[in-house]
């Protein structure tokens, strides 16, 4: 089976459900993890709070632990905006991957992880895909999984 999971920046997938994506790697299933920004935030005077190389870094040595295909789609992190150009980016790697379920972020809030939620119904509809979401718990509700 094909697990497709998103998050808007470099760890959310990790921390929301790292631990399912773990066992069902286990278990044989192919895992793959999309980070829609680059992750790099900024200071007010234009210091670096997070670099983007670091996090990408952390990132990709996660998605060798969890056994995962790491995808970003690079876009800035604090200028994001749910348009269809970011459905559409959405859209071509979930056609691409064919993914069984995805794991989303709770569509809920103003916040860029709700933006990162909200664009995944159109590729999940498209996909014919279980669509499962990660609550604002940052549990996996709602599955089997």
Known sequence: MKIFAIGAHFDDVEIGCGGTLLRRAAEGDQIFILTVTNSEYSKPNGGPKRRGNVAKAEAQEAAKILGAELICLNKPCLDLIHNEELVYDIEDVV?????????????????????????????????????????????????SL
């Open 95 to 143: 056609q691409e991957v064919k993914p069984d379920i995805l794991l989303t972020h709770w569509g809920g809030g103003f916040s860029l992880r709700s933006c990162s939620g909200l664009p995944f119904v159109s590729p999940c509809e498209s996909a014919n895909a279980h669509h499962i979401v990660i609550s604002k718990q940052l549990v996996c509700n709602g599955t």
